[in-house]
């Protein structure tokens, strides 16, 4: 079982940064993939970023690539999601998410999730 908090949200002016922590309950948060997610109002979930266990290996929507970074802190039980130069299409309640998979993991495959972050950008 694993818990997942979000945090580092907020209201930022476009072209600002914010960077969205998450942390994980639990002794195995090392062997988990992570990923963020986010949703925006009378829209569907939508994938941001993942990382793997070991943060070998990390993947991006195409609308983040060059302005979100995606990063992990396996010593803190810690997921980051640094996001700079944003863009009022951004806003969105921010998700993370963890899967046992050994790979960058499909929306499926995501089993825990937390309770999410608002991001809001302003033009």
């Known amino acids: 079982q694993v818990q997942l908090v979000e945090s580092g949200g907020g209201l930022v002016q476009t072209g600002g940064s914010l960077r969205l922590s998450c942390v994980a309950s639990?002794?195995?948060?090392?062997?988990?993939?992570m990923g963020w997610f986010r949703q925006a109002p009378g829209k569907e979930r939508e994938f941001v970023a993942s990382i793997t266990w070991n943060g070998g290996s990390t993947r991006y929507a195409d609308s983040v690539k060059g302005r979100f970074t995606i990063s992990r802190d396996n010593a803190k039980n810690l997921v980051y999601l640094q996001m700079n130069s944003l863009k009022p299409e951004d806003t969105a309640v921010y998700y993370c998410?963890?899967?046992?998979?050994?790979?960058?993991?499909?929306?499926?495959?995501?089993?825990?999730w937390g309770q999410g972050t608002q991001v809001t950008v302003s033009s």
């Open positions: 998410a963890a899967s046992r998979v050994p790979y960058i993991p499909t929306q499926a495959e995501y089993r825990y």
């Open positions: 639990g002794r195995t948060f090392s062997s988990y993939a």
